[in-house]
């Protein structure tokens, strides 16, 4: 077994994090400012740039076993501000509307959920292991919510309407894996809580 090399602050894997988190705001002032349809080619740019970073910041760390306290507290925050802040910015220019609002609901509430779980099962120095599922999950919200951020501007490269259709039919199927490993990290935490409360019983 490999043993684990001590990270400092500004190790690669941590500073892609910190880029990821830099790149919420810069996505967010996009949406939010411009009403122009090219410029949303730009905020895909920076979703895309801080998604990637995604896979690297944790590939790195594997390859060269530079595993950090901050890194594994900062790389969930940085996956759920980029998803949380681009979905009520694709809310509130309604990109996301009607029914479909659902499927961000689900995305939300889950997140929250968990990490609500995670903190309390942290208490009880419980780990929750991310499942294979989970990736597909994380994988489907992120491409669902690029194409939704290329919208329109997405109809001078696809047939008109097909990049918002896309992004949403992803939303959805996103939406129902969020709520599958939702359930399954619930069922997972819920055996540690009912166990924690026989021992105070």
Known sequence: MTPRRKSHPFSL??????????????????????REES???WALGFFVAAAITDYFDGYFARAWHQYSAIGRMLDPIADKLLVAAALLMLV????ISSWSLWAAI???SREILVSGLREFLAELRVSVPVTQVAKWKTT???VAIGFLIAGHAGDSVLPEGWTLMIGL?????AAGLTLYTGWDYFRTGIKHILAEDEKIS
């Open 169 to 173: 039919i992803l939303l959805w199927i």
């Open 13 to 34: 894997p941590n500073v892609l994090t910190y880029l990821r988190i830099l790149a919420v705001p810069a996505i967010v002032a996009i949406l939010f400012w411009s």
């Open 106 to 108: 689900i995305i939300l």
């Open 92 to 95: 509130a220019d309604e990109t």
């Open 39 to 41: 410029m949303r080619w």
């Open 140 to 142: 489907a919200q992120l």
